[in-house]
């Protein structure tokens, strides 16, 4: 796996971020990479798990997998949004959705950074960076 440069500033310290994806092996290597950039990392494995955590915590993002096992992404983006206004603006979507080129995801229709599966480590940074405008 590549790595986050690892003399680089931690650009996520201080900063809490909320992982929802039910693949248990993709949940991890997100999660190492978000602190190896000195993120507090919190995982949910379904979006019913993410409602409890959005309930309980501040989340400064939120990488959310658009197809998870138990709801919609869209359908938790709204709910996440009657929570915490704005705090699905501040997210990155990640997906293993085969688009036809040229074709929007619904992710970026909403203005979100896409993630198509596989990826890179770095390309995850990238969009970080993107979501929290660093």
Known sequence: MEAVRPNAPAFLAGRNVLIVEDDEETRRMLALVLK???AEVCEAGSGAAA????RGSVF??????????DMPAHELLER??????G???RCVIITGDLIRRGDPHEAERRGLPLLRKPFRPRELVDAVRRAIGT
């Open 60 to 69: 400064d993002l939120l990488v959310l997998d658009w197809n998870l096992s």
């Open 51 to 54: 409602e409890r955590e959005i």
């Open 36 to 38: 190896n950039a000195g």
């Open 80 to 85: 996440i949004e009657r929570e915490r206004p």
């Open 87 to 89: 705090a699905s603006r």
